[in-house]
């Protein structure tokens, strides 16, 4: 798929159709690669194998899972167990057809990627930001230190709360990234919340992804 499709594609006004979301395949994982330093004798916690998902068994609809919410752009997103609460800005495809990273040069900034459906609605958002920058530590850091049962707030411009429960953590190699498992929709509202993590080398970057799973628990 050449990247004037994807563009074509991400300007259709809210969109909906899986292929779309799966052109973060790639994408996501390299984009932020590109951005992170590594330039610190310390790197960012790394997910446990305690925190991995059950690859065995997809997530479903559970009793008392509140009704999908419609659309709504997003605001903040706050994750206490870390210490998360950034402002969120959406990000498309740069010019060269990749998924665009928040601007670096603000640590406490995260995106949510316009090409999926918003935090609540129902199917499967995403959410990206920095793993660090070159000043020190930035807004997802911590990302690989969550556990399962731990919530992602996100509040959405329409006024609404919409809170994720974290039901595993995954990091993933760049070049065997599992799409599909990643961005496929479950058929329920979904959260995904994805910054660089695994080895560091000057010369390639980031080797991978590090990727939290949740699923739609409270609206407020």
Same mark, same amino acid.
């Given at each position: 798929?050449?990247? $004037?499709?994807?563009?074509?594609?991400?300007?259709?006004?809210?969109?909906?159709?899986?292929?779309?979301?799966?052109?973060?395949?790639?994408?996501?994982?390299?984009?932020?690669?590109?951005?992170?330093?590594?330039?610190?004798?310390?790197?960012?916690?790394?997910?446990? $194998?305690?925190?991995?998902?059950?690859?065995?068994?997809?997530?479903?609809?559970?009793?008392?899972?509140?009704?999908?919410?419609?659309?709504?752009?997003?605001?903040?997103?706050?994750?206490?167990?870390?210490?998360?609460?950034?402002?969120?800005?959406?990000?498309?495809?740069?010019?060269?057809?990749?998924?665009?990273?928040?601007?670096?040069?603000?640590?406490?900034?995260?995106?949510?990627?316009?090409?999926?459906?918003?935090?609540?609605?129902?199917?499967?958002?995403?959410?990206?930001?920095?793993?660090?920058?070159?000043?020190?530590?930035?807004?997802?850091?911590?990302?690989?230190?969550?556990?399962?049962?731990?919530? /992602?707030?996100?509040?959405?411009?329409?006024?609404?709360?919409?809170?994720?429960?974290?039901?595993?953590?995954?990091?993933?190699?760049?070049?065997?990234?599992?799409?599909?498992?990643?961005?496929?929709?479950?058929?329920?509202?979904?959260?995904?919340?994805?910054?660089?993590?695994?080895?560091?080398?000057?010369?390639?970057?980031?080797?991978?992804?590090?990727?939290?799973?949740?699923?739609? /628990?409270? /609206?407020?």
């Amino acid at each position: 798929m050449s990247a $004037s499709e994807l563009t074509e594609e991400e300007e259709r006004p809210r969109r909906r159709a899986p292929w779309g979301v799966m052109a973060l395949v790639l994408l996501t994982g390299l984009a932020l690669i590109r951005n992170g330093s590594g330039e610190f004798d310390t790197g960012p916690p790394q997910p446990t $194998s305690v925190a991995a998902t059950d690859t065995r068994v997809r997530p479903q609809a559970f009793p008392g899972a509140p009704a999908p919410l419609p659309f709504s752009e997003v605001d903040r997103v706050r994750i206490q167990a870390i210490q998360v609460d950034a402002p969120v800005v959406p990000v498309g495809l740069d010019p060269d057809g990749w998924v665009a990273a928040p601007p670096p040069e603000d640590p406490n900034l995260a995106g949510w990627f316009s090409g999926a459906v918003t935090p609540g609605e129902n199917g499967t958002s995403v959410l990206v930001g920095h793993v660090d920058n070159a000043q020190g530590p930035a807004v997802f850091y911590g990302l690989g230190a969550l556990k399962q049962g731990n919530r /992602v707030e996100v509040l959405r411009k329409d006024g609404k709360l919409a809170v994720f429960e974290i039901y595993g953590i995954e990091v993933y190699d760049k070049n065997n990234f599992p799409g599909e498992r990643v961005y496929g929709s479950t058929g329920t509202p979904e959260l995904r919340v994805i910054t660089c993590g695994g080895g560091y080398s000057p010369q390639e970057g980031y080797a991978g992804n590090v990727v939290v799973f949740a699923r739609l /628990v409270e /609206v407020h």
